[in-house]
Each structure stands twice: as structure tokens, then as C-alpha cells.
């Protein structure tokens, strides 16, 4: 079901607002195996969403590779829920889906929506928004799932709680999963390993194991960390 | 609810007030060329009766509704083209400004002359009449359309029917409503003069011939018939159809 990802961008430039080019990334090689949980870190305009948007395909204009079977299915949670605002959350899950006659009780109740089915998305908080923006993004049982910083905005109780969903599907589906985040103490406690991105021209710094099982990395295993990572690599960890 | 009743008897109301003012009016007028609106409403009665306003009437109907549908559908499928794809916009852009400047009465009477006087030519030149207005409105909803859904299309691989109809179509919504409004009152203004031109029946025919027998009380109770038919369809049709479309935004009042 899910599929190893590899993506290699030798280059990707954009046009500058003046007229020039803006070279955004260099060089820059991720390597994800089958099932795991990756974090992308990096100081804002790193090039972490443009790496995901080449990899979904939505960005064709890049010198590079992508290693991933053509039919692998790739669930997308974008940064901003993207829902149809004209459509009910079921309706909006149902359209990504290719037969449309699929069962959705076990996915709703997972993800706490079974009241919200019939709902429009105006009428949702932005945390339920996401949540059924991740339920769409499971629905097709995806290969691949890509998260866009899926937890900014929300109130801390709110981000934690998305938190443990993600974590939960995630063990459920065991979706090759890359997230891409700019908060390092979430990168500590969800990922297996959290590759970090320089600047522009963005490449690869290091990539970090993290192998502590998930229920050990309490609080202070997280502080503990991230102290350990600004100290490391000072000035692209805050 | 209780809003809907509200409004439905202030418009009554206004009606009412439309017709006391038309029958106070005619007191004063001759009553030959500005008739009482009960002599116009006997008119209406016995032009039931006899068969000939329903007989009228529908054929009209009938091809505002054919004229309407081919102007909406073409419309959206060119405005939309145009509003996304930047070189049918460039290469259309000429042809839509002389489409929108060439008076009614030309491509009607071009339409006779090319085409025969027939039904095919009369849709046909009304449609056309309708479609670059189409094209305008909806051409500037295309060019706002929400590029954060098309690439949530594009990522899930959306099909294009779903694209079309799941996407791009609801956020077109106001603009259609908006030429559909205003398109429905065009075309049948239009309607008429194709009639009067070369059609042998339709509301257009019978209001020439009234003209010729200087009959105003006749031409009154046409044109009153028509304009309640179309706001039976803007009330019965028109507006249950916007609201279902709209089920779906926050009332905030």
C-alpha cells in the first residue's frame, strides 16, 4: 500500500518579483522508505512546500527527479483546508474518492466527524475544517500523504488533539507520510526522522533519527531534544 | 417563513397600487389609446377563451426558453474558455466586442436573409443577440476562479467532469444567476421583434397586427400576459433554484 518516495531536485528557480531568477533550491535530495513519517524543517521560504507540490505534481517546472511509482496515490492536506465551501464534508470526502460508494463510517468515527457529515464547511472551526481535509486526504487510501503545515493557526489544546489524530491514522494506514513543519518540538514528537533544509538555495543540512517510540516522548523528551538540535545545528533550529 | 409572506404582500401591495394609479390614470386618457385595466382584463378573458393568447403566448415561450438555453449554455462554455485560457481570449476578444456593439435589428434581419424566414434562423438571432453578454459576465467569474481548489483538483486528480461540475461551476454560480436574470428579459424583448419581422405567430406577430388595427387595449393585454408569465417563472423557477444554490453560505443577518 504505501510506497517509498524519493525526489531529487537538482534545481528549481523562480521568476522574481523585480524580473530576475530566484534560485529556491538546490540540490536537494529527500529520501523517504515505505511507511515512515518524515518531518521537513527549514526556515520559512526553504523551499518545504515547493518540494511538496513537486512531488504532487502540481509543480512540473523543476530540473529533477521524482522516484515514485506513476500510479501512487497521493493524499494532500494543504495548509488552508481547501474545501469546497458549496459542498457537505461527506460530499467534499466522497469527490477525491474514485467509487463514491465506499463505506465512511470507520474513517469519520476515527476522525470524530460523524456528526459533521451532512455540515458545510462555513459552518466548521477551522480545526474540524482540517480534520476533515486530513479525512479527505485518507479516503483514497493514499500511497503517499503530504501535509502542509497542517496545524498552524489553532490553538495549542486544538493542534495537540490534531496531533494525536495524525499520529493515530498514520499507524492505522502506515501512509508514506512527509510533513512539512516549522515547529520543531512537533516534528520531535510525531516524526521518525526529520530532515532539515538550509536557506535558499535550499538543500539538505542533516537528517535526524529519531527512534524513541512515540508514547516515551513526553514533554521533557521533546525540550530535552530540541535543546540537543539548536545546539547542533544553531541558526536553523529556533 | 415569515419574511417570505412579509415580502409576498408588500409586493401585492404594490400591485394593487400599480393598477389603482393605471385606472385613475385612465379616467383621464382616451379610452382608445389608454384603455381602463378592466377593459384590458375583459381582453385577457375572452383572448383565454377563444384559445389565441395561451396559442400565442407559448409559441413566444417557447422561444425565449429555446433562445435563453442556447445563449446560457454557449455563453458559459466560450466565457469560460476565454476567462482561463488566455490565447482563446486574445484570439475571441475582437469578435466579442462587434458582437456586442452589432444592433439587434441587424442580426436579426441578417439572420432572415442568410437562413430563410424560419424557426432555426429566429432562435438562432436572438441567441446571438444574448451570447456575447453571457460571455462578458461569465468570462470575468472565470478569471476569478479560486486557484487554491483548482490545484486541490489537480492534486487529487480530479476528473473533468468533477472539475466542471464540483469545482468550476458553483463558483460561476453568481455569474450565471446574474446573466440569467438579466438575460431572461433581453431575449424576450428581443423575441418579440423577431416575431414582428418574419414569424407567424408568437406575442410579436399578434402586437403588429394589433398595431396595424390600432389596438391598444389588445396590445395592452399581450404585453401585461407576458410580463406575468415571466414573473411566475422568475418567482416559481428562478429564485427557488438561486436558493438552493446558495443553501450552502452563512446567513449573517
Redesign the interface.
Known sequence: MSAPLELHIKKKTYQGAEGGEVEAVRDLHLLAPAGSLTALIGPSGCGKTTSLRILARLDTRFEGTIGLPPAARIGFVFQEPRLLPWRTVEQNVRLVMEGGGADLDALFAELGLEDMRNRFPTELSLGLARRVSIARALAIEPDVLLLDEPFTSLDETTAQRLRQLVLTVWRRYQPTTLMVTHNVREAIQLAERIVLLAPRPSHVVAEIVLDTPHEQRDEVFVEATRTDLVGRYPGLIA | MKRTRTNTASTLLSVLVLVAVWQVAALFGESRVFPAPSTVAAIVAAEIASGDLPYHLSATLMRVLAAFTLALTLGTAIGLAMGRIRAVDRALDVWLVVLLNLPALVIIILAYVWFGLNETAAIGAVALNKLPNVIVTIREGARALDA??D??A???R?SWR?RLF??VL?QL?PYVAASARSGLSLVWKIVLVVELLGRSNGVGFQLNLFFQLFDVASIFAYAISFVVVMLTIELLVLQPIELR?N????RTT
Request: proline fraction near 6%; hydrophobic fraction near 50%.
Open positions: 487554491d481548489l490545484q486541490m489537480k492534486a487529487f480530479l468533477k464540483d469545482v458553483p454560480q444554490a443553501r450552502w453560505r452563512v
